[in-house]
């Protein structure tokens, strides 16, 4: 419950296009902008027990049938066709006016995808999304922004967005990951629609 207050309170604040935030899509790109064709996103590695181990996580979820890259991209253009664009995770049937590409990663330069790694409240779900949309004729960048998926002692205060996991998915021994993978798999999809509809505020149409 308080992480889900911590992530309804955070959005409603980006959607106010508070400081700290997502930056803000510029108002005559948002009303010019009709088609939006989100990128295939790389599938990522998977690890768990933190810094130290890294050990490879990546057979657990695949059982689980974890696909955090086309989970992402799919939830995101969900959230932007409910935002008034046409939007697919893919191709378009026309040319689009511009396209999104996002990363996936781990937090750290040595961690090669997301993670779950010590936190406040146990082992959590750590990873980053970086989105960023050009358009299609210019190549212009139109819309960057971080996004970071864990819960530090220390916030970022770089204009990252942080998205805090939630926590009945945290789990306390390394050697819970084993018994319940199914978990470890909820824990990274529970941060997706929190990115996805993050992501549509900060792209949203003037009225």
């Not at 939006?36 to 130290?52: D, L, M, Q, S």
């Not at 974890?66 to 664009?85: F, N, P, V």
């Not at 040319?95 to 330069?109: H, R």
Request: net charge neutral; with cysteine.
């Amino acid at each position: 419950m308080r992480s889900q207050f911590k992530t309804a309170f955070a959005a409603t604040m980006c959607a106010a296009g508070l400081a700290g935030c997502a930056t803000q899509m510029n108002a005559s790109d948002a009303g010019r902008i009709q088609s939006i064709a989100v990128t295939a996103i790389a599938e990522p590695h998977y690890y768990y027990a933190g810094r130290g181990a890294n050990e490879d996580f990546n057979e657990p979820m695949r059982s689980q049938g974890l696909h955090l890259g086309s989970e992402m991209a799919d939830a995101i253009a969900k959230e932007l066709q409910q935002g008034g664009y046409q939007a697919s995770a893919g191709s378009l049937a026309t040319a689009p006016d511009a396209k999104m590409e996002i990363t996936l990663g781990g937090l750290l330069p040595d961690q090669l995808g997301p993670i779950y790694a010590r936190q406040n409240e146990g082992l959590e779900p750590v990873f980053t999304a970086k989105v960023r949309l050009v358009d299609s004729k210019t190549g212009k960048t139109l819309f960057s922004q971080l996004y970071e998926v864990a819960d530090p002692p220390i916030k970022p205060m770089d204009g990252t967005v942080l998205i805090v996991p939630d926590k009945k998915y945290a789990m306390t021994e390394e050697s819970d990951f084993a018994a319940h993978p199914e978990r470890a798999a909820a824990g990274f999809r529970s941060a997706i629609q929190p990115v996805a509809k993050s992501v549509a505020a900060s792209l949203k149409k003037p009225n």
